[in-house]
């Protein structure tokens, strides 16, 4: 089995990360034991399904679930291993570690770069303020900051940009401000939650190799979520499919496209329309809706729509989950698999 | 942005035109004209007027003419400040009214401003807390606010504060202010006066306020950009008071243009209560005893004056919100 090197520095750890929303209609588990790392210098691409908690994984890292929701189980270790590791599920969210590390270690990018920046201020004052949260200097310093990290991330003509309002600029304009305010604080680990999105294909392909460049130069861990897997193959080392709050397959990311092992993730391949299928044939989709995480299924949460059953040990048992830090499935027929190997 | 200024300042104009169409029609509106009443009423206190005389009355303020001519006159007049006469109080009507045009102004602000003074604070902190116990406190408080009719609480604060304070209650002066002419202790006395009907008057305003704020900051809080104003690394206060604070004042600064008619409408009875020398009474009274110069007059201003509101929260609006401002740009 191919397996990845992974010499580089563990910049963060999540260990059977759990989030519940507890509302009046009951609990709903919308992370249940999530574990992964993140390296440096490496992309880990998380894939999945509409409310499969890829964006709910993001913000529970940064500690700004919105209520009701809160983590309820697991850790999440910044610098691993080493004298300053710290576990951001145990601070509190309001407090001024969890606020050094929020945009200061770790930066977020948004999906949505119309509404993920205010209207009512400039782009300038917006990344300033990023800038000056997190190091200590003057106003006129953190101004010229500001536009070496707008100049950093290929916005033409930056001294003039800083003054314009996020309204004022394009698209593809507007996603580089958004990543510029994440790098703002000059973290080591970046989210990028569904980067592209919203864009056009061209601007999404410079999007990109814009993220690419910038992991290269600053030695980036980062965390791209995503439910494209053409973005998956252009951009992640390893790969994590994330199905109802769980993670159900992780991976080096040529394995996941040689040799997926969870059917979910066969079933996500095959929904990815290629330029080699036959005219007029019906693009593949996976079969019913993802259930409502307050009625999760019973045994594998994917049995329902699994059309690899192998029987009732689907619907009654839990499948293993996937051990961190090395590939696996969360299946019962890829354990019979192994075990017949 | 000058376009939006021009614009906007060509509208206020030509409202302005509409309103003293409508003013004149309202004081045209009872059967016969001014003459008439003029003559009616001093028949009823014994004098009488002659035919000639009556004649040369109507040349005079142009009743004789077409409508439009009329409407000419009577704009020209009230454009080099002559309102008419009052019927009722055979007085000019600018004599009439007096300061209270700016008393009513000045209780109006007042008001106003101790209603965005208690409603932001309150709306901020009932959506940031929302369906705590002090969100459901100060929600069960505002209905309440809502419900109990103002001249209800004035005749309650004004016992109060006379049976324990000692206050010296009702009015805007002391009694030897009331005819003083205006110096800085009329005006510290004015403000001894001001907080009990302010509050009074502030009352509805801010319970329905308060509200307003909650549900638009409750719409603001669910947008991205306050999830990336938290990913910075602010303060939960400060990531909240930048950015959907400031997005949540849009409709209030809008809606600073209907308080003020509603504050000086909704404040009749009030000030009736509380004896305020504002011009809702007098409206009230020139209503009823047909007065249509005095009453035409008073609708006129506080139309004007609502111009000027509207107006200035625009002012409002382009201070806050940069996508008005760069319009066009």
């Not at chain 1, 509190?92 to 969890?98: A, L, T």
């Not at chain 2, 949540?248 to 809008?254: G, H």
Request: aromatic share 8%; with cysteine; glycine share 8%.
């Amino acid at each position: 089995m191919q397996q990845t090197p992974m010499a580089e520095r563990t910049a963060l750890a999540i260990r059977d990360l759990a989030v519940q929303f507890e509302s009046e209609q009951g609990v709903v588990r919308a992370l249940d034991g999530v574990s992964f790392d993140l390296h440096a210098g490496r992309t880990l691409g998380i894939v999945g399904e509409s409310g499969c908690g890829k964006s709910v994984t993001a913000r529970s890292i940064l500690r700004i679930v919105d209520r009701p929701g809160r983590i309820t189980g697991g850790h999440m270790l910044l610098d691993p291993g080493t004298p300053q590791e710290v576990d951001l599920a145990a601070l509190d969210p309001e407090s001024k570690r969890m606020r050094e590390v929020r945009g200061g270690r770790i930066g977020l990018i948004f999906q949505e770069p119309m509404t993920a920046l205010s209207v009512h201020y400039t782009v300038g004052n917006q990344i300033i303020e990023a800038v000056r949260q997190h190091s200590d200097v003057s106003k006129e310093e953190a101004r010229n900051r500001a536009i070496e990290l707008l100049r950093e991330v290929g916005i033409p003509r930056p001294e003039t940009r800083i003054s314009a309002y996020p309204f004022e600029l394009s698209g593809g304009l507007r996603q580089r401000v958004g990543i510029a305010m994440a790098l703002a604080g000059d973290p080591e680990i970046v989210i990028a939650d569904e980067p592209t999105t919203a864009l056009d294909v061209t601007t999404q392909a410079q999007i990109l190799a814009l993220l690419r460049r910038l992991q290269a130069e600053k030695n980036i861990a980062l965390m791209l979520i995503t439910h494209d897997m053409g973005v998956i193959a252009e951009m992640a080392d390893e790969v994590a499919v994330m199905y109802l709050g769980r993670v159900v397959e992780f991976a080096p990311v040529q394995q996941v496209f040689a040799a997926p092992r969870h059917p979910y993730t066969r079933a996500l391949l095959r929904a990815v329309p290629s330029i080699l299928a036959t005219p007029r044939q019906r693009l593949s989709t996976i079969g019913g809706a993802v259930p409502h995480p307050g009625s999760r299924p019973t045994g594998c949460a994917y049995h329902p729509r699994c059309s690899e059953r192998i029987g009732a040990i689907c619907m009654e048992q839990r499948p293993r989950p996937v051990p961190s830090g090395e590939a696996g499935a969360s299946c019962f027929k890829d354990e019979a698999r192994e075990q017949a190997a | 942005m000058v376009i939006y200024l021009l614009r906007r300042l060509g509208l206020a104009l030509l409202t302005c035109v509409f309103i003293s169409v409508l003013t004149f029609i309202i004081i045209r509106l009872p059967p016969g004209d001014f003459v008439d009443a003029y003559i009616a009423n001093l028949a009823a206190s014994g004098s009488s007027v002659s035919v000639e005389q009556a004649q040369a009355m109507r040349q005079e303020y142009g009743f004789d003419r077409p409508v439009v001519v009329q409407y000419a006159f009577w704009i020209g007049r009230v454009l080099q400040g002559d309102f008419g006469v009052s019927m009722m109080w055979r007085r000019p009507v600018t004599e009439v009214i007096g300061d209270r045009l700016w008393l009513t102004m000045v209780v109006s602000v007042a008001a106003l401003f101790l209603t965005w003074m208690i409603a932001l604070p309150i709306g901020i902190y009932s959506a940031m807390r929302q369906y705590s116990f002090g969100d459901y406190l100060f929600t069960t408080l505002g209905f309440i606010g809502l419900a109990i009719p103002n001249f209800l609480l004035a005749l309650i604060l004004m016992y109060l504060g006379f049976r324990y304070l000692g206050l010296n209650v009702g009015g805007l002066f002391s009694a030897e202010y009331v005819q003083a002419p205006w110096s800085w202790a009329r005006v510290w006395d004015l403000a001894k006066h001001l907080p009990l009907p302010a509050a009074v008057l502030a009352m509805a305003g801010t319970a329905q306020l308060i509200r307003i704020m909650r549900a638009n900051l409750l719409d603001e809080l669910r947008k991205p950009y306050v999830i990336t104003a938290r990913a910075k690394g602010l303060t939960e206060r400060r990531a909240i008071l930048k950015y959907p604070v400031r997005a949540a004042l849009n409709p209030f600064a809008s809606s600073l243009a209907y308080l003020f008619p509603y504050l000086v409408s909704g404040s009749i009875i009030v000030s009736l209560v509380l004896g305020l020398p504002t011009v809702g009474p007098l409206l009230l009274q020139a209503l009823v005893a047909q007065d249509m110069f005095l009453a035409g007059t008073i609708v006129l201003l506080l139309g004007i004056m609502t111009v000027i509101g509207t107006l200035i929260s625009d002012l409002l609006l382009m201070w806050i919100d940069p996508r008005i401002r760069l319009e066009g740009r």
